[in-house]
C-alpha cells in the first residue's frame, strides 16, 4: 500500500483555515441522550447515548408520517383522501385532534392533527386507514424500519403511547428526520405549520408544541420537526434548523429533559453551538488533482489522481492548526486505466470528528503499452533490484 501526503495539499488546506477565529469548545448538553446532524456535510456533530433505544413518546409519531408520507408520494392517496374514525380512535386518551365517529377527515387535516396536535387519534386513524388495523399497521412500521436503515427501533403503535415494545434511539429518530426532509421536500413545510384547530374543537391544544418555530434566532431558522413527552421519557424534540448565511441544515434529536422550558433552552443552545461552532469550507473541487499514482506497463509511468467529487468540510472554529489529509491507493496500477476510474481516496482527518474518505480517480486514460513498454519495464526493474543488491527479491507486482 502507496500512502502520501502532499505537501501543496496541506499547505492548501492550511490556507482555507486562517480566517477561522478559535472559538469552538466541546458542547455539554442535560439531555440523557443526544443526536446532532450536519445534513450538508453528512457530520456528526454530537453523540450521546445516540444509539440506546428508549421510549420515544410522541417523537415517534415521525414514522407513522413517514409511512403516510409515502403512500401520499406513491399515489395510493391524496390529500383530499379521507379516512373513516373508529370507536377506538375516538377514545384515544392523551393529547388529540378530537376527531369523531361521524368524522372523515382528509389526510392533509390528519398530518396537521398529528404535526400540530400531536394527536393520538389521528394517527390511529391513519394507521387503519392504511394498515387495516393499528397492531398491522405497527407491523408495517417494523418492516418498513428494517429497510430503511432503523436498527435501533420497534414498534408497538401508531402512536408512541407508552409501551413496553415500543422503542427507538435518537439515532434512528435523527436518521427517520433526515429522510423526511430529503425525500419528501414538497411536504415537508406541514412541519412549521404553528396553529390548526380542527372544526374549532381544539383551541388549547391548537398550538404547535416546538419552541423553536416561533424563535427569532439571529443567524438560523427552525422549520420543524416534532416534540415528546411522557413522564417515563421526559421532554423531548426533534427538530431541524438551516443557517441563514450559508444554507447548512442541521437535525438534532434531544431526551430526557425536566421540562418544557429545559427543552426549549436546550434545544437552541444545541442549534448555536451547531451553527456558531463550526464552519463550512470546499476543501477539494470536483476534479482537483491531488496527487500520482505510479502504473505498472502503461504509455505513461504515472497518472493524476483527481478528487470524484467537491468535499465541503465542517470545521470547528478550533480545529485551524489539527486538520490532515492523506491520500493513499494500492499501487502500482496495472493498465489499462480508464479515465474516472476509482484508484485510491484522500482521508481527511479533523480532531473531534468522524474521518472523511473521498474517491480518488483516474485523471485521464492511460493505455496498456507494447513490446518496448514490456522491454523497458523489465529494464527498470532489473536495474532497481541490482542498485537495491538483492537479487533475490521479488518483481514489483501491480495493483489487482
Not at 380512535?89 to 398529528?114: N, Q
Not at 443557517?243 to 421540562?259: A, Y
Amino acid at each position: 500500500m502507496t500512502t502520501g501526503t502532499n505537501a501543496m495539499k496541506r499547505l492548501m488546506l492550511a490556507l482555507l483555515l486562517t480566517a477561522v477565529p478559535a472559538l469552538g469548545h466541546a458542547f455539554e448538553t442535560s439531555a440523557t441522550s443526544a443526536w446532532v446532524y450536519d445534513i450538508t456535510t453528512k457530520t456528526v456533530l454530537l453523540d450521546k447515548n445516540a444509539h440506546t433505544p428508549e421510549h420515544p413518546a410522541s417523537m415517534s409519531k415521525l414514522m407513522t408520517l413517514n409511512m403516510l408520507f409515502e403512500a401520499l408520494h406513491d399515489g395510493r392517496v391524496t390529500m383530499q383522501t379521507t379516512f373513516p374514525v373508529s370507536e377506538k380512535a375516538w377514545r384515544m386518551g392523551g393529547s388529540k385532534m378530537f376527531v369523531k365517529p361521524s368524522d372523515r377527515p382528509t389526510v392533509e387535516e390528519l398530518i396537521h392533527g398529528i404535526i400540530v396536535n400531536s394527536g393520538n387519534d389521528a394517527c390511529v386513524v391513519v394507521a387503519e386507514g392504511l394498515g387495516g388495523t393499528e397492531e398491522n399497521f405497527a407491523q408495517m412500521m417494523n418492516e418498513r424500519a428494517r429497510q430503511i436503515g432503523l436498527t435501533e427501533s420497534h414498534f408497538a403503535n401508531a402512536s408512541g403511547w407508552p409501551d413496553p415494545d415500543h422503542l427507538m434511539s435518537m439515532h434512528d429518530l435523527g436518521v427517520l428526520a433526515t429522510r423526511l426532509i430529503t425525500e419528501f421536500p414538497e411536504l415537508y413545510s406541514n412541519f412549521s405549520v404553528r396553529q390548526f384547530d380542527y372544526e374549532n374543537r381544539v383551541p388549547a391544544n391548537a398550538n404547535n408544541r416546538n419552541p423553536l418555530l416561533a424563535l427569532e434566532a439571529g443567524d438560523w431558522k427552525a422549520d420543524g420537526l416534532k416534540t415528546g413527552h411522557t413522564e417515563e421519557s421526559g421532554y423531548g424534540l426533534v427538530g431541524s434548523a438551516v443557517s441563514k448565511t450559508d444554507g447548512r441544515r442541521i437535525v438534532f434529536v434531544l431526551n430526557g429533559m425536566n421540562s418544557g422550558a429545559d427543552r426549549a433552552t436546550e434545544s437552541e443552545s444545541v442549534a448555536n453551538y451547531a451553527f456558531r461552532q463550526f464552519t463550512q469550507k470546499t476543501v477539494l473541487s470536483e476534479g482537483q488533482r491531488v496527487g500520482q499514482a505510479d502504473v505498472w506497463m502503461g504509455q505513461s509511468d504515472q497518472v493524476g489522481l483527481v478528487a470524484a467529487e467537491e468535499v465541503k468540510l465542517l470545521v470547528p472554529v478550533s480545529a485551524q492548526d489539527g486538520i490532515e489529509a492523506e491520500v493513499s491507493y494500492t499501487g502500482p496500477v496495472s493498465a489499462p486505466i480508464a479515465a474516472g476510474q476509482q484508484l485510491g481516496e484522500v482521508v481527511i482527518h479533523v480532531p473531534g470528528l468522524p474521518d472523511q474518505r473521498v474517491p480518488l480517480v483516474a485523471e485521464s486514460s492511460v493505455a496498456k503499452g507494447g513490446f518496448g513498454t514490456r522491454l523497458s519495464t523489465a529494464a527498470r526493474v532489473l536495474a532497481e533490484r541490482f542498485l537495491a543488491r538483492d537479487p533475490a527479491a521479488p518483481a514489483e507486482q501491480p495493483a489487482s
